[in-house]
Nanobody, 119 residues
């Protein structure tokens, strides 16, 4: 089992920046993929950015060039640097970790952190 705890959300004006952190309860070295998802009321949880071992990070089209995902295996932490924030970036951001096993992928989720961007 892996517990994920997000932090760093808050209220920011459009054009501002935030850095989200996701700390895992154990080493993330063997977690194949880490990602950030965003969810708004009444909508599904959508991928914002993901980072897979040995592969370049991927981003949703709406955040390319503004957001950067990174992972620090030594600190068991994944970050999401969000720059030039827009009101449409508002939502609850969830950290996700995936470990591939012979039985299939194991998914872990954090509790989410609220990001609100005012215009």
């Amino acid at each position: 089992q892996v517990q994920l705890v997000e932090s760093g959300g808050g209220l920011v004006q459009a054009g501002g920046s935030l850095r989200l952190s996701c700390v895992a309860s154990r080493s993330i070295f063997n977690l194949n993929r880490m990602a950030w998802y965003r969810q708004t009321p009444g909508k599904q949880r959508d991928l914002v950015a993901g980072i897979t071992s040995g592969v370049a990070p991927n981003y949703s089209d709406s955040v390319k060039g503004r957001f950067t995902i990174s992972r620090d295996n030594g600190k068991n932490t994944v970050y999401l640097q969000m720059n030039n924030l827009k009101p449409e970036d508002t939502g609850v951001y969830f950290c996700n970790a995936v470990r591939y096993t012979i039985s299939g992928p194991q998914n872990y989720w954090g509790q989410g952190t609220q990001v609100t961007v005012s215009s």
